[in-house]
């Protein structure tokens, strides 16, 4: 069963890293979206996506307390999101920002189906923080498999194919085929083996919308937990959307992201394990701060780059891995902890609501991460192109690009810390 639930990070992980990477120098730099208008065409889906996210959680309460599953949301999900993928990076030579914003809506519509669930899944899954810990850090290990895999063979695939239209058609078709694949195993591995909660919301959609969205106010560890998420969720996805920028402009190598993003997450591979100890020993909170500091120094060393470009990089995206894998497991470990604590309060389960509110959050702090190094690259000058075409770029660009890969990220993540000085849940839910 854990190996059948980790199998899903492998669509999650997927979907998370490789848009995130690939899809704003797309827009600008394949397509010739101007920046400003490139951040538009991400974020839009997004925020959709963000009011969309509790209602697909209060139909999964629903569907769960009515048939004990919620398989039927994750199958839809897990078939219709990796062919809406595909078209997302098939746009006609008119409007073709149009084109990308309509099918990445759709796109992470259907991403919304699977995720929501399979966020509320180990809640019902396992009782035991212990099991749930183990649980999330199987996911997580497989999430930065994932990542490696689809997020940084992604560009490897597309400049293997000649890159250009063509070279990112391939990729989507070969990331789509992977991410379909371990979205369906899940489904097939955790059909049946949930336990459906007896206290589980009732009422009609709309209400149990509203609540998911009211436990933010009634349920402290839960909006703390969420906020500190969000803010770090953020700064990890402004860090991504700059790296192919950073390795084209700051580097002088454009196929750079592939190293770039492999000496990120092949670290977050070999210290899951340790994150997992670490957090049985000293708390699973402790965790989540150390690593958060480890992954914002890590950031703001990128600074290094606007006197010395180098290989040095490497080492400080590889430190930001590290920090980067206890920064997804340990929120991922607390957050069945505070659906607890908030069934405690609130007399019934809303797991999948509350879900759905992190799912959309999560999705808006996705979003918002490239949009806002656009509108950083448009503020100091960015001329986009089409792949045909070559530009000359202000004196402004690098210094832009460096920045939004290292202070404004760290500094999030440092407002993250701030945040998490609050996080409480009381200990007979836990225990």
Not at 43 to 68: C, E, H, N, Y
Not at 391 to 398: A, E, G, H, T
């Amino acid at each position: 069963m854990i190996a059948g639930y980790g199998a899903g990070s492998i669509g999650t992980g997927g979907f998370a890293a490789l848009p995130g990477l690939v899809l704003a120098y797309y827009l600008t730099d394949t397509l010739g979206v101007a920046a400003g208008v490139a951040s538009l065409v991400l974020v839009v889906p997004k925020i959709w996506d963000v009011l969309l996210g509790p209602l697909v959680g209060a139909l999964s309460d629903r569907r769960s307390a009515r048939t004990g599953s919620r398989s039927a949301g994750m199958i839809f999900g897990a078939l219709a999101m990796p062919v809406l993928f595909v078209l997302t990076f098939t746009p006609p030579p008119v409007s073709p920002a149009w084109w990308v914003l309509v099918f990445f809506l759709l796109c992470a519509t259907a991403y919304s189906f699977f995720q929501v669930p399979y966020i509320a899944l180990p809640t019902e899954l396992y009782s035991e923080p212990k099991a749930r810990t183990k649980l999330v850090s199987v996911r997580i290990a497989v999430l930065a498999a994932a990542i490696l895999l689809v997020g940084g063979g992604g560009p490897a695939v597309r400049d293997a194919a000649g890159g250009g239209p063509r070279g990112y058609l391939v990729m989507a078709v070969a990331a789509a085929t992977v991410m379909c694949v371990g979205m369906v195993l899940t489904v097939w591995g955790t059909h049946g083996r949930s336990v459906a909660r007896a206290d589980a919301a009732a009422g009609d959609v709309w209400s149990q919308y509203r609540e998911g969205l009211g436990a933010l106010r009634s349920t402290p560890s839960f909006r703390i937990l969420l906020g500190v998420f969000v803010v770090q969720a953020l700064a990890v996805a402004i860090l991504l959307a700059g790296a192919q920028y950073l390795a084209t402009y700051v580097l002088g190598n454009e196929a750079a992201l592939t190293g770039l993003f492999a000496a990120v997450v092949g670290p977050a591979l070999v210290v899951m394990p340790l994150w997992y100890r670490f957090g049985l020993r000293y708390g699973r909170t402790r965790g989540f701060r150390v690593s958060s500091w480890v992954f914002a120094c890590a950031a703001l060393s990128f600074v290094g780059a606007l006197w010395s470009p180098g290989a040095w990089v490497y080492l400080s995206a590889a430190l930001a891995g590290i920090g980067y894998a206890g920064m997804q497991a340990f929120p991922l470990a607390l957050l069945p902890d505070t659906i607890e604590h908030d069934a405690a309060l609130s007399g019934r389960s809303r797991a999948g609501a509350l879900s759905g509110v992190w799912t959309a959050a999560e999705t808006g702090g996705q979003a918002l991460g490239p949009a806002i190094f656009l509108l950083v690259l448009a503020g100091v000058g960015f001329r986009s192109s089409t792949d045909d075409d070559t530009v000359l770029q202000p004196d402004s660009v690098v210094p832009g690009i460096v920045l939004g890969c290292s202070i404004v990220p760290a500094a999030l993540v440092v407002l993250g810390i701030a945040l998490l000085r609050g996080f409480r849940v009381p200990q007979q839910v836990v225990a």
